[in-house]
T-cell receptor, first 115, second 112 residues
Framework: AQKVTQAQTEISVVEKEDVTLDCVYE???????LFWYKQPPSGELVFLIR??????QNEISGRYSWNFQKSTSSFNFTITASQVVDSAVYFC????????????FGAGTRLAVHP | DGGITQSPKYLFRKEGQNVTLSCEQN?????MYWYRQDPGQGLRLIYY???????QKGDIAEGYSVSREKKESFPLTVTSAQKNPTAFYLC???????????FGPGTRLTVT
């Protein structure tokens, strides 16, 4: 079975706090891709990052960083010094190598950053 | 600017009516997708098309139909057979299975 679990339904923080969004995935494939998307109130999904299963290097992009750990099947997302504009729903997604180009989405984590 | 357009942003229909949602992309992507999002849930795949004149059912295709006559266009029809059509519908496209999907702004359909 292939599945993505985002256990945190909602997170509320105060501006400038660091926040980590958890993502745990399940797949038996050895080749797969993981994604994070941001969905602001406007509704459009914005692509943030793609990571393939052979690249376990962590990545940092400005205030955003991602921690990929195959040993625990996790691909967590950290926002450093959060800002009000980070308020959105964040989705983690899995794409495996077999079959068509289907993304399996987690249920999403709603992040609210308060001034 | 390249991107995906969906129209209209909001759509209201009476129960029993078919309705077609538009999706157009100018990214020259071969593959296009339709997803449905319900409140508090992730996205679920309705239909996808990897090439013109070809499309496949996703996880929740019942009550929906699509066509892919042009590379740029992938309209979705919500038929009266769809039991619970009120939802947010998102169209996406990409080029190649390793690549991320890019999403349109979505259409919020309300059926009463």
């Amino acid at each position: 079975a292939q599945k993505v679990t985002q256990a945190q339904t909602e997170i509320s923080v105060v501006e400038k706090e660091d926040v980590t969004l958890d993502c745990v995935y399940e797949t038996r494939d050895t080749t797969y891709y993981l994604f994070w998307y941001k969905q602001p109130p406007s509704g459009e999904l914005v692509f943030l990052i793609r990571r393939n299963s052979f690249d376990e290097q962590n990545e940092i992009s400005g205030r955003y960083s991602w921690n990929f750990q195959k040993s625990t099947s996790s691909f967590n997302f950290t926002i450093t010094a959060s800002q009000v504009v980070d308020s959105a729903v964040y989705f983690c997604a899995l794409r495996t190598s077999g079959g068509y180009n289907k993304l399996i989405f987690g249920a999403g984590t709603r992040l609210a950053v308060h001034p | 600017d390249g991107g995906i357009t969906q129209s209209p942003k909001y759509l209201f229909r009476k129960e029993g009516q078919n309705v077609t949602l538009s999706c157009e992309q100018n990214l020259n992507h071969d593959a296009m997708y339709w997803y449905r999002q319900d409140p508090g849930q992730g996205l679920r795949l309705i239909y996808y098309s990897q090439i013109v004149n070809d499309f496949q059912k996703g996880d929740i295709a019942e009550g929906y139909s699509v066509s892919r006559e042009k590379k740029e266009s992938f309209p979705l029809t919500v038929t009266s057979a769809q039991k619970n059509p009120t939802a947010f519908y998102l169209c996406a496209s990409n080029q190649g299975f390793t690549y991320e999907q890019y999403f349109g702004p979505g259409t919020r359909l309300t059926v009463t």
